[in-house]
T-cell receptor, first 115, second 114 residues
Framework: KQEVTQIPAALSVPEGENLVLNCSFT??????LQWFRQDPGKGLTSLLL?????REQTSGRLNASLDKSSGRSTLYIAASQPGDSATYLC??????????????FGGGTRLMVKP | DTGVSQNPRHKITKRGQNVTFRCDPI?????LYWYRQTLGQGPEFLTY????????KSRLLSDRFSAERPKGSFSTLEIQRTEQGDSAMYLC????????????FGEGSRLTVL
């Protein structure tokens, strides 16, 4: 059974810092890995999707990398801003899950960027 | 394209009552998913439809949970005889066959069972 772990569970940084969020998964047989943002009491917003054949994806100040063989992904946020404060979730679509594009999620990293 | 829409956004009910949530996916998406998220945790997969067919339902939490997608468009998730442990956010997502695999989520329906 696929398990996804995110470290740290919570992070508080001053504005302007570059930061790295970590995600690990136990089964490397995945189709893709996705990073989402979730604001309190809200749904999930897709940030980046990395296919299993890719090593990284970039969107603005966000960069996500994938090392499928070691079961790891990182989300790099450059020049953090208070508006980046949210929970960041990582999720994988497993080859063996056999339910469409079903995702297995980590527990999230709760980020607070202080002005 | 208005995105995935969920109603109601918040439901407060007494233990033992039945509740129903509705999800309207993105119009061209044929796949629809229900997830449950409890406080401080990541979403947990419940069930999946492709068009009107429910192709995976073994992960529904108990036989009190059921879902339908009668015409392959909107879906409903019903919880019968609610319990306090059912209090959670219920999230709906959609995607389409042959796409990138990206899931698009709605804003969720929060259930509070008193």
């Amino acid at each position: 059974k696929q398990e996804v772990t995110q470290i740290p569970a919570a992070l508080s940084v001053p504005e302007g810092e570059n930061l790295v969020l970590n995600c690990s998964f136990t089964d490397s047989a995945i189709y893709n890995l996705q990073w989402f943002r979730q604001d309190p009491g809200k749904g999930l917003t897709s940030l980046l999707l990395i296919q299993s054949s890719q090593r990284e994806q970039t969107s603005g100040r966000l960069n996500a990398s994938l090392d499928k063989s070691s079961g790891r992904s990182t989300l790099y946020i450059a020049a953090s801003q208070p508006g980046d404060s949210a929970t960041y979730l990582c999720a994988v679509e497993g080859v063996w899950d056999n339910a469409g594009n079903m995702l297995t999620f980590g527990g999230g990293t709760r980020l607070m960027v202080k002005p | 394209d208005t995105g995935v829409s969920q109603n109601p956004r918040h439901k407060i009910t007494k233990r033992g009552q039945n509740v129903t949530f509705r999800c309207d996916p993105i119009s061209e998406h044929n796949r629809l998913y229900w997830y449950r998220q409890t406080l401080g945790q990541g979403p947990e997969f419940l069930t999946y439809f492709q068009n009107e067919a429910q192709l995976e339902k073994s992960r529904l939490l108990s036989d009190r949970f059921s879902a339908e997608r009668p015409k392959g468009s909107f879906s409903t998730l019903e919880i019968q005889r609610t319990e306090q442990g059912d209090s959670a956010m219920y999230l709906c997502a959609s995607s389409f066959t042959g796409g990138s695999g990206e899931l698009f989520f709605g804003e969720g329906s929060r259930l509070t069972v008193l």
